[in-house]
T-cell receptor, first 115, second 115 residues
Framework: AQSVTQLGSHVSVSEGALVLLRCNYS??????LFWYVQYPNQGLQLLLK??????LVKGINGFEAEFKKSETSFHLTKPSAHMSDAAEYFC?????????????FGIGTKLQVIP | EPEVTQTPSHQVTQMGQEVILRCVPI?????FYWYRQILGQKVEFLVS????????KSEIFDDQFSVERPDGSNFTLKIRSTKLEDSAMYFC?????????????FGPGTRLTVL
């Protein structure tokens, strides 16, 4: 079975400060990992994903995440927070159980950016 | 840019009634998914659909739920006899290829309220 743990349901940062959203996963096989963002009253938008290859992946809006197998982590970072980054962020994992069709989401982290 | 659309944006129904949530996936996509998000909780996988049949489903997707692709453009989720606990945001998603090699695109969601 696969699972995702997001540490911190709410994170507050000052505008211009580093954003770090933590995600740890559990999977019995090499996983695919995703970060999604959800703005109020909107659907889920893919920020970035890791499938194979380079462990540091870059996504949209200046976000990046690093897959660390030894730590079973996939933390999301952004060097400098912008007010428009305020949203809810979901880490997700997919692993083969008939073809990678099932995605398991974490509980989400609400990011607040303080001016 | 192509997008997944969902109708209605908000559905209110009485307990025990049948509801059909509609989705129009991106036109060249072949894989379709439903997820739900109960207020304050994480996004949960319900079902994936490919080649006119369910490819994977979660334990939530019991006999009260069904999915259908009635024509070449729509993908529907039916709940036969709604319960209070079915109140949630339901997201449709689609992908051109299998999840591992492609990205899921999510619709804006339908908020279902069961009274």
């Amino acid at each position: 079975a696969q699972s995702v743990t997001q540490l911190g349901s709410h994170v507050s940062v000052s505008e211009g400060a580093l954003v770090l959203l933590r995600c740890n996963y559990s999977s019995s096989v090499p996983p695919y990992l995703f970060w999604y963002v959800q703005y109020p009253n909107q659907g889920l938008q893919l920020l970035l994903k890791y499938t194979t290859g380079a462990t540091l992946v870059k996504g949209i809006n200046g976000f990046e995440a690093e897959f660390k197998k030894s730590e079973t982590s996939f933390h999301l970072t952004k060097p400098s927070a912008h007010m428009s980054d305020a949203a809810e962020y979901f880490c997700a994992v997919s692993a083969p159980s008939g073809g990678y069709q099932k995605v398991t989401f974490g509980i989400g982290t609400k990011l607040q950016v303080i001016p | 840019e192509p997008e997944v659309t969902q109708t209605p944006s908000h559905q209110v129904t009485q307990m025990g009634q049948e509801v059909i949530l509609r989705c129009v996936p991106i036109s060249n996509h072949l894989y379709f998914y439903w997820y739900r998000q109960i207020l304050g909780q994480k996004v949960e996988f319900l079902v994936s659909f490919y080649n006119n049949e369910i490819s994977e489903k979660s334990e939530i997707f019991d006999d009260q739920f069904s999915v259908e692709r009635p024509d070449g453009s729509n993908f529907t989720l039916k709940i036969r006899s709604t319960k209070l606990e079915d109140s949630a945001m339901y997201f449709c998603a689609s992908s051109e290829q299998e999840l591992g090699t492609d990205t899921q695109y999510f619709g804006p969601g339908t908020r279902l309220t069961v009274l």
